[in-house]
């Protein structure tokens, strides 16, 4: 699971959502938090923070609720 945005704060919000949900689950979810600008074009978004499972934008432009990132991650 890989977290794409600059380093703005609603990037390090939606990590902090998603490892606190992975964490208060006991999930085995290698969370990742790319800043680099071309990695981050390289996914076609036009609006961060944005949320990549399995190479896949499954959010983007916001930060999730917890209850988004358990239903994305089937919980």
């Known amino acids: 699971m890989k977290i ?14 998603i490892e606190r949900v992975v964490s208060e689950n006991k999930l ?3 969370l990742t938090k ?3 600008i071309a990695e981050i074009m390289s996914y076609d978004i036009m609006a ?5 499972v399995d ?14 990132v358990k ?3 089937g919980i």
């Open 34 to 36: 790319i800043e680099d």
């Open 48 to 52: 961060t923070p944005a949320v990549v």
């Open 71 to 73: 239903q994305l991650l």
């Open 4 to 17: 794409l945005g600059p380093g703005c704060a609603k990037c390090k919000s939606t990590y902090q959502v």
């Open 28 to 30: 085995d979810v290698k």
């Open 55 to 68: 190479g896949t934008v499954k959010i983007k432009g916001h930060v999730p609720s917890e209850s988004e």
